[in-house]
């Protein structure tokens, strides 16, 4: 059973350009949570997207997008990058048990931008 | 506002030293709290969680964590580290919702003396 996959590993980006990272949830699985980590911090929440639709949004401007597909799987974009943008971003994907949930983590992308 | 403080930053031990992680969270409602690891080079692992019943929660590896909801405390213990403990270590909590994002604390980075 695979866990949650993201891609790419690393990816490095100038400022003013745009990228995508993509996540593939674990199987089963029907709700992704994108997060960042910048360096020396904990992850701050993103969004979180369910049945292809955003859920619930942190305290990220409109550069900050995402996707759902059909399949679960998840995408963000980020517009006119900056270099406070640079972070490992790390996806999460949960299913819901009973009263509570719990989410499972990718591997990260790490997103350097110059 | 949610959020998570965790006590130490960086906290040096030899081995077989016992340890104690402090956290503390404010949030008003029921929560979910969590404890998770990430070893160098290596993604985000669950370590223990506590969603009700028992407030000692025991993880993988030896670790454990105490609920006091009087104190709004979830500490994570452990009566004898190894080297291969050596990590960063977060505290987090989630709404009793499973539409609510975790808030993670901003880690603490724990390196054992061989």
């Known amino acids: 059973d695979a866990g949650v996959t993201q891609s790419p590993t690393h990816l490095i980006k100038t400022r003013g350009q745009q990228v995508t990272l993509r996540c593939s949830p674990k199987s089963g699985h029907d709700t992704v949570s994108w997060y960042q980590q910048a360096l020396g911090q904990g992850p701050q929440f993103i969004f979180q997207y369910y049945e292809e639709e955003e859920r619930q949004r942190g305290n990220f401007p409109d550069r900050f997008s995402g996707h759902q597909f059909p399949n679960y799987s998840s995408e963000l974009n980020v517009n006119a990058l900056l270099l406070g943008d640079s972070a490992l971003y790390l996806c999460?994907?949960?299913?819901?048990?009973?009263?509570?949930?719990?989410?499972?983590f990718g591997p990260g992308t790490r997103l350097t931008v110059t | 506002a949610q959020s998570v403080s965790q006590h130490n930053h960086h906290v040096i031990l030899s081995e077989a030293a016992s340890l104690e992680l402090g956290c503390n969270y404010s949030?008003?409602?029921?929560?979910?709290l969590f404890w998770y690891v990430q070893y160098p080079g290596q993604h985000l692992q669950l370590l223990l969680k506590y969603f009700s019943g028992d407030p000692l929660v025991k993880g993988i590896k030896g670790f454990e964590a105490e609920f006091i909801k009087s104190k709004f405390s979830f500490n994570l213990r452990k009566p004898s580290v190894q080297w291969s403990d050596t990590a960063e270590y977060f505290c987090a909590v989630n709404a009793r919702n499973r539409d609510d994002k975790i808030i993670f604390g901003k880690g603490t980075r724990l390196h054992i003396l061989p």
């Open positions: 999460a994907s949960s299913l819901w048990q009973g009263s509570a949930y719990e989410q499972y």
């Open positions: 949030y008003g409602g029921t929560v979910n």
